[in-house]
């Protein structure tokens, strides 16, 4: 089956669908929130004045960070192959088959093929799985044009190529092993959609916390009354996993600066200097829109920002009890120290 791009005069062919996961077919989430802002609708607000922005919301959204280069400059698809796209969706949902995380699923239904977020060891299947929200964008990213992150620069280039020089084996010791394994931070902000992927938001008169179902972080950001303040402002010197946050209100909009972050703490090869600007607007009942824009000229040629729809969800943030890497992190190393322990013995058993 053929999904004809007349603007690119493009065919996206998609190959028959070995494994699969399972998703919804849903709205395009733009259209609804203009919708609802259409007729009116006002933000809720807190008893001091303020957007409501409490509750517990969800990223299941199915677009991709950055946009497949097929689409060129293209930030939406059109009505004819938005109806596509939700019919491969479906042909993809009816098959079962493997659970697909993050970016994985848009990738799956352009080119029919399933890649496995852990190779490795085997995916979960579709069962584990929330059903998708499909939305009509092509990526995330809504600037640079193209949808995706800008080149690295030749300095971050050379700062990783250091960087995994001198990291551990992945056998050698227990820092050879990633953060997330070992129970410690997906890091900030957790952008992979489709599980565990909730968030609550509890406001306060002069604080809001945003409490993260993945690793149970919980963000606690104070608010000013103007950002040109140095209220909440950290010395250069203190470094942390999700950085330092203060946050103000613009209108219906939340808008949270964070810096000084950790340069162990990693995000998409920017270390300690990058500096992350967040904006939670509600644009309908259902919908909060979160735009985040990063920004380390020592790591890109450019900032770039991307926006995440979330959707309202009347489930609570569960306990998330990571403890597999308490007990993976023994196996793991007591059986490289055993190879090692075999090999110099000449005992292949």
């Given at each position: 089956m053929?999904?004809?791009d007349?603007?690119?005069?493009?065919k996206?062919?998609?190959?028959p669908?070995r494994?699969?996961l399972?998703?919804l077919?849903?709205?395009?989430?733009s259209?609804?929130a203009s919708?609802?802002q259409?007729?009116?609708?006002?933000a809720?607000?807190t008893?001091?004045?303020?957007?409501?922005?409490?509750?517990?919301?969800?990223?299941?959204?199915?677009?991709?960070l950055?946009?497949?280069?097929?689409?060129?400059d293209?930030?939406?698809?059109s009505?004819?192959e938005?109806?596509?796209?939700r019919?491969?969706a479906?042909?993809i949902?009816?098959?079962g088959g493997d659970?697909?995380?993050?970016?994985?699923?848009?990738?799956?239904?352009?080119?029919?093929?399933?890649?496995?977020?852990?190779?490795?060891t085997?995916?979960?299947?579709?069962?584990w799985?929330?059903?998708?929200?499909l939305?009509?964008?092509t990526?995330l990213?809504?600037?640079?044009?193209?949808?995706?992150?800008?080149?690295m620069?030749?300095?971050?280039?050379?700062?990783?190529?250091q960087?995994n020089a001198?990291?551990?084996g992945e056998?050698d010791?227990?820092?050879?092993?990633p953060?997330?394994?070992?129970c410690?931070?997906?890091g900030?902000?957790?952008?992979?959609?489709?599980?565990?992927?909730?968030y609550?938001?509890?406001q306060?008169s002069?604080s809001?916390a945003?409490i993260?179902?993945?690793?149970?972080d919980?963000?606690?950001?104070p608010?000013v009354?103007a950002?040109?303040?140095?209220e909440f402002?950290l010395?250069?010197?203190v470094?942390?996993?999700?950085?330092?946050?203060r946050?103000?209100?613009?209108?219906?909009?939340?808008?949270?600066?964070?810096r000084?972050?950790s340069?162990?703490?990693l995000?998409?090869?920017?270390?300690?200097?990058r500096?992350?600007?967040e904006?939670?607007?509600?644009?309908?009942?259902?919908?909060?829109q979160y735009q985040?824009?990063?920004?380390d000229?020592?790591t890109?040629?450019r900032?770039?920002?991307?926006?995440?729809?979330?959707?309202?969800s009347?489930?609570?943030?569960?306990e998330y009890?990571?403890h597999?890497?308490?007990y993976?992190?023994m196996?793991?190393l007591?059986?490289?120290?055993?190879a090692?322990?075999?090999a110099?013995?000449?005992n292949?058993?």
């Amino acid at each position: 089956m053929t999904c004809t791009d007349t603007t690119l005069n493009l065919k996206i062919r998609v190959k028959p669908v070995r494994r699969a996961l399972t998703l919804l077919v849903a709205i395009a989430l733009s259209a609804q929130a203009s919708a609802q802002q259409a007729n009116d609708w006002e933000a809720p607000r807190t008893p001091d004045g303020h957007p409501d922005l409490q509750g517990v919301w969800a990223n299941n959204s199915s677009t991709p960070l950055e946009r497949p280069e097929i689409f060129g400059d293209r930030a939406t698809l059109s009505a004819e192959e938005f109806a596509e796209l939700r019919r491969q969706a479906q042909e993809i949902r009816d098959s079962g088959g493997d659970a697909l995380f993050g970016d994985g699923f848009l990738n799956a239904v352009i080119s029919g093929e399933v890649q496995s977020y852990d190779p490795s060891t085997g995916n979960y299947d579709a069962a584990w799985m929330v059903d998708r929200n499909l939305e009509n964008r092509t990526s995330l990213i809504i600037d640079p044009p193209n949808g995706r992150i800008p080149p690295m620069t030749e300095e971050a280039r050379a700062r990783l190529a250091q960087r995994n020089a001198n990291r551990p084996g992945e056998t050698d010791s227990y820092l050879g092993r990633p953060l997330q394994e070992r129970c410690i931070t997906w890091g900030m902000p957790y952008i992979m959609a489709g599980y565990n992927s909730y968030y609550q938001i509890v406001q306060g008169s002069d604080s809001v916390a945003i409490i993260q179902e993945m690793i149970h972080d919980v963000r606690v950001i104070p608010i000013v009354d103007a950002p040109e303040q140095d209220e909440f402002v950290l010395d250069d010197r203190v470094r942390l996993w999700h950085g330092a946050s203060r946050g103000w209100y613009e209108g219906d909009t939340l808008v949270v600066e964070t810096r000084n972050f950790s340069d162990q703490s990693l995000f998409r090869g920017a270390g300690a200097n990058r500096l992350f600007m967040e904006r939670y607007t509600r644009i309908s009942e259902d919908v909060l829109q979160y735009q985040f824009t990063v920004e380390d000229p020592s790591t890109w040629e450019r900032p770039w920002t991307a926006i995440i729809n979330y959707t309202a969800s009347e489930d609570p943030i569960f306990e998330y009890a990571c403890h597999e890497g308490n007990y993976a992190l023994m196996g793991i190393l007591s059986g490289a120290r055993a190879a090692e322990r075999n090999a110099a013995t000449g005992n292949n058993q």
